[in-house]
């Protein structure tokens, strides 16, 4: 029954930054592991990052690892991605989406997902 809501993507420079947010609803959210995933035109939905229900373990994909950064607030129910140095390869609709009790990079084990937030980079 959760409710995911994305916002804050737009159109960004190559090397600036955006902040995606994810406002739960309707759910437990506090109880799901959390992740963003992303498809840009063409391509396959893929794996960005996902966090654990206590915020104590984060993992990425190797392209975002070293940028982009995950967080929650289980208070807020709203979920993050701080995204640094962005490259025209980020270019694409990020997902948040939640469900999982577990961590996983499968999507198919996610039962929550948002709309959709468009991130353009370029010059």
């Known amino acids: 029954q959760m409710r995911l809501v994305e916002s804050g993507g737009g159109l960004v420079q190559p090397g600036g930054s955006l902040r995606l947010s994810c406002v739960a609803s309707?759910?437990?959210?506090?109880?799901?592991?959390m992740a963003w995933f992303r498809q840009a035109p063409g391509k396959d939905r893929e794996f960005v990052a996902w966090i654990t229900w206590s915020g104590g373990t984060t993992y990425y994909r190797d392209s975002v690892k070293d940028r982009f950064t995950i967080s929650r607030d289980n208070v807020k129910t709203t979920a993050w991605l701080q995204m640094n140095n962005l490259k025209p390869e980020d270019t694409a609709v990020y997902y948040c989406?939640?469900?999982?009790?577990?961590?996983?990079?499968?999507?198919?084990?996610?039962?929550?997902w948002g709309q959709g937030t468009q991130v353009t980079v370029s010059s």
């Open positions: 309707g759910g437990a959210f506090s109880r799901y592991l």
């Open positions: 989406a939640g469900g999982p009790l577990t961590p996983t990079s499968n999507s198919f084990d996610y039962d929550y």
